[in-house]
T-cell receptor, first 112, second 114 residues
Framework: GDSVTQMEGPVTLSEEAFLTINCTYT??????LFWYVQYPGEGLQLLLK?????DKGSNKGFEATYRKETTSFHLEKGSVQVSDSAVYFC???????????FGTGTRLQVFP | DAGITQSPRHKVTETGTPVTLRCHQT?????MYWYRQDPGHGLRLIHY???????DKGEVSDGYSVSRSKTEDFLLTLESATSSQTSVYFC?????????????FGPGTRLTVL
């Protein structure tokens, strides 16, 4: 079945550092891809999405590009802030059912 | 804000007792979902609904039942709670935007089964 693999955390960075969180997927066809963010004690918020190959999703300085050649959707940000500290989930929408398949999440810790 | 509320937000219960969690939405969405979140597993789908009285099982449905008698409410019931059901439970709705369905999540319910 479909699956999503994320890099294990925690990812620890200093403020203003460059962030990459890797996400790769296995799926039949070309599913929609999503990044969700979960701040401490809160639910998941949609961060960005991409629906077809070569699409770039972006929001709040975060970006991710749908790469069908490498089946990847890596999350990047040029300069992280302490307020970006959270858990980030990569997910795909299963074709035909629209069920979301999640990765295990990556915790990001940003220090001043 | 997709207008999703969950109740209760926190609950502690004992093994063997029944528990019902409620998800309420205000925007008439057809699709609703229940997930559980556990360390090392991300979120896993328990049950989902595609309309009033129309529900189906997800990946981890054993020990759970659901009901949807009104569009706005989706109930998750643990008939006899076990310690393995200690988790954070999230409800979600699906919204169609263009050709893509996007899910939006409620704030979660933290359930502890002693």
């Amino acid at each position: 079945g479909d699956s999503v693999t994320q890099m294990e955390g925690p990812v620890t960075l200093s403020e203003e550092a460059f962030l990459t969180i890797n996400c790769t997927y296995t799926a039949t066809g070309y599913p929609s891809l999503f990044w969700y963010v979960q701040y401490p004690g809160e639910g998941l918020q949609l961060l960005l999405k991409a629906t077809k190959a070569d699409d770039k999703g972006s929001n709040k300085g975060f970006e991710a590009t749908y790469r069908k050649e490498t089946t990847s959707f890596h999350l990047e940000k040029g300069s992280v802030q302490v307020s970006d500290s959270a858990v980030y989930f990569c997910a795909l929408s299963e074709i035909g059912t629209d069920k979301l398949i999640f990765g295990t999440g990556t915790r990001l810790q940003v220090f001043p | 804000d997709a207008g999703i509320t969950q109740s209760p937000r926190h609950k502690v219960t004992e093994t063997g007792t029944p528990v019902t969690l409620r998800c309420h939405q205000t925007e008439n969405h057809r699709y609703m979902y229940w997930y559980r979140q556990d360390p090392g597993h991300g979120l896993r789908l328990i049950h989902y609904s595609y309309g009033v009285k129309d529900t189906d099982k997800g990946e981890v449905s054993d020990g759970y039942s659901v009901s949807r008698s009104k569009t706005e409410d989706f109930l998750l019931t643990l008939e006899s709670a076990t310690s393995s059901q200690t988790s954070v439970y999230f409800c979600a709705i699906s919204e169609t935007q263009g050709y893509t369905d996007t899910q939006y999540f409620g704030p979660g319910t933290r359930l502890t089964v002693l």
